[in-house]
């Protein structure tokens, strides 16, 4: 490039800072012997000898890109702050449209049995999948690949690839066998639209929402699936913002305004330190008690919205301790193109807490996934649990799902179920090891129940580091336990008295 040429485009950025007092950052500071220098003259200064004398060949956008990322990642203590390129800006166009809910693939997961066979595991509304696949088909082929091959066991082919990596138009064959006759479906790739909000009834009385994240379109969904709910007779909701990483704060206060009326959200801080109070604009009150799961991964917009439930006393927390970031930023258009984020608010919660780099404490603590869910579906007063293993990393808890990470276990034609899995759903606790015995005693409603290492009642898989308890001994000793077993899934099901 021309050395005019680097003139014109590093003048237009002086320029721009200039007129946006904010950004300015041509300020004299003085070096280690003392001389007073401008800072702009400097960077000038590296420009011209790079383009003068460097044998190597230079790009000016490069290096602007890359002193506008040294100033934000180095210059300052802002963790979150991002700069993105004229032509990274594309990527995060991209990001959005990702995150807003869109994909472009087949349209339906899978899962493994233990017979390992892979068969549809969910189909997702709006996809082309959605009349043609049915939960519960073992898949044969995909586009005429074997699935059971030699090739896919290896990871030579990707089952994961031919299902998700598509693009718009193509052609994917899928053979599935259904009620022991194969079928041929075609499904030509579309995108669609998967929402942000689904609920469900967990039982006649308690419903279920899983808010995945807050986009454009996510107040509106919010809204129309509690009016869902609420028709089909919800009494009480459990609310889960787990690994919700935020999104659009206006859209949390319109899903926040479903659940309380005219009350503070939160409390603004600038970096002047003046606190504002962010005040809901009317709402409706909930008129049902609430529990609102979170996890490690609830971040953001999600923490504000149950820190509000939770200072307003109107929901009850279940799970772990969430992320703590109570920082908000904003994007600034550059002359050149490119868009620079940084944080400018921190919010406090309505009791004025300063969660950032801390998080929310739950009032009710649970660690696993399936613990959380059973925790909170107990405190929604659910009386009866089922727990449906459907593969080795998915099971769905009255009909809610949870990637819980011990499955059962087939042993001797004997099944057993992780006893950390047990004592939340018996709402039981190990009093002691009986050693002597070999006996593992657990404790439920002041009951003390023994359970046999030698006669197979117990096992200790080492791989795990789970204990593990035979289903055909609970039942036999625990009122309201049953369980049963199929072709791709395993259930058990307690209802306490």
């Given amino acids: ?113 233990d017979e390992g066979e892979i068969f549809v595991s969910y189909i997702y509304e709006q996809s082309v999948a959605n009349g043609k696949l049915q939960v519960g088909d073992t898949i044969k082929k995909i586009n005429d690949i074997d699935v059971t091959s030699e090739e896919v066991a290896v990871g030579e082919i990707s089952v994961f690839s031919m299902i998700y990596d598509n693009v718009e138009g193509e052609l994917v064959t899928v053979v599935v066998e259904r009620e022991g006759k194969e079928v041929e479906v075609e499904l030509i790739i579309s995108s669609y639209y998967v929402p942000t909000v689904m609920g469900l009834m967990a039982d006649s009385q308690t419903a279920y929402i899983k808010l995945h994240e807050f986009n454009d379109k996510t107040g509106t969904e919010f809204k129309e699936v509690l009016s869902n709910l609420q028709k089909q007779g919800m009494k009480s909701l459990i609310l889960d913002l787990r690994d919700n990483s935020g999104g659009y704060v206006d859209q949390m206060q319109e899903v926040a305004k479903n659940l309380m009326k005219d009350k503070v959200i939160m409390y603004e801080v600038d970096n002047k330190g003046n606190m504002e109070a962010v005040k809901l604009d009317g709402g409706t009150d909930a008129e049902f008690p609430i529990t609102v799961l979170t996890n490690y991964n609830t971040a953001s917009a999600s923490e504000i919205l149950a820190a509000a439930l939770q200072d307003h006393e109107i929901a009850t927390i279940v799970g772990e301790q969430t992320y703590g970031k109570a920082a908000i930023q904003n994007g600034y258009d550059l002359s050149n193109g490119g868009v620079l984020y ?24 649970a660690s696993s996934e399936a613990d959380q869910i059973i925790a909170a579906l107990q405190h929604a007063g659910v009386s009866k649990v089922e727990v449906e293993f459907t593969s080795y990393l998915e099971t769905k808890i009255n009909g809610i799902p949870s990637y819980y990470t011990s499955h059962y276990v087939e042993q001797d034609n004997t099944f057993y179920v992780p006893s950390s899995l047990l004592l939340t759903l018996l709402s039981a606790e190990v009093e002691w090891l009986d050693e002597k015995n070999n006996l593992l005693k657990y404790v439920i409603n002041d009951t003390v129940l023994s359970f046999s290492y030698d006669n197979g009642e117990v096992m200790y898989d080492e791989g795990d580091f789970e204990t593990y308890i035979a289903v055909d001994a609970i039942a036999k000793k625990i009122d309201g336990f049953e369980w049963k077993k199929d072709k791709n899934f395993f259930t058990i099901q307690y209802e306490a008295k």
Wanted: charged fraction near 20%; avoid cysteine; glycine fraction near 6%.
């Fill in 1 to 113: 490039m021309k050395w005019n040429q680097i003139r014109y485009m590093f003048i237009a950025i002086i320029m721009f800072t200039l007129v946006m007092p904010t950004y300015s950052f041509a300020e004299e500071a003085q070096g280690e012997t003392g001389v007073v220098y401008d800072e702009t003259e400097v960077v000038q200064e590296v420009i011209h000898l790079i383009n003068e004398h460097s044998i190597y060949e230079s790009d000016l956008n490069r290096m602007i890109d890359a002193a506008i990322d040294g100033i934000s990642y180095y210059g300052t203590d802002d963790p979150y702050i991002s700069y993105y390129s004229p032509s990274e800006e594309v990527g995060v166009v991209g990001t959005k449209a990702y995150y807003s809910g869109n994909y472009t693939d087949a349209g339906f997961d899978f899962s493994y049995n």
């Fill in 342 to 365: 940084l944080t400018t608010h921190k919010y406090l919660t309505p009791d004025k807490h300063d969660i950032d780099n801390y998080g929310i404490t739950p009032d009710i603590a």
